[in-house]
C-alpha cells in the first residue's frame, strides 16, 4: 500500500520554526509532483506548497509565500517543509500529498495522515 507519514509538527510560539517531514513507502517521489496541504480547525482542507518531480519548481499559497519552503530528497524518498515566521493563522493539521494533476491547479490523488502544527503563547 502507499503510505506517506508526516512528522515533525508540535507546538510553537508565534514567530518560531518548524520543520515538517514526510516519508513515502511504496512508491518513489521521483517521478511525481508532491505537495503540503493543511486542514486549520472547523476549515476546509487547503493547499500550502507543491513541488514538481521534474524541474523542482515550487508553488505556494499567498499566505505562505516568503516563510515557508518545500523540498524534496529522492535518495531519502522524502518531501519536507521549512515553515519560518509562524503565525497563529498557520494552526492546522498538515497533510504530505501525492499529486495527480499539477496545473491549473493542484490536485492530490493520495494524503496520509498528517502532523499537528499548533501557533500558540
Known amino acids: 500500500d502507499v503510505q506517506l507519514q508526516a512528522s515533525g509538527g508540535g507546538l510553537v510560539q508565534p514567530g518560531g520554526s518548524l520543520r515538517l517531514s514526510c516519508a513515502a513507502s511504496n512508491f518513489r517521489v521521483r517521478g511525481y509532483d508532491m505537495a503540503w496541504l493543511r486542514q486549520p480547525p472547523g476549515k476546509e482542507r487547503e493547499f500550502v506548497a507543491g513541488i514538481t518531480w521534474k524541474d523542482g519548481d515550487e508553488l505556494y499559497s499567498d499566505s505562505v509565500k516568503g516563510r515557508f519552503t518545500i523540498s524534496r530528497n529522492y535518495a531519502r524518498n522524502t518531501v519536507s517543509l521549512q515553515m519560518n515566521s509562524l503565525k497563529p493563522e498557520d494552526t492546522a493539521m498538515y497533510y504530505c500529498?501525492?499529486?495527480?494533476?499539477?496545473?491549473?491547479?493542484?490536485?492530490?490523488?493520495?494524503w496520509g495522515q498528517g502532523t499537528l502544527v499548533t501557533v500558540s503563547s
Open positions: 500529498a501525492r499529486l495527480r494533476q499539477w496545473a491549473p491547479t493542484p490536485l492530490a490523488d493520495f
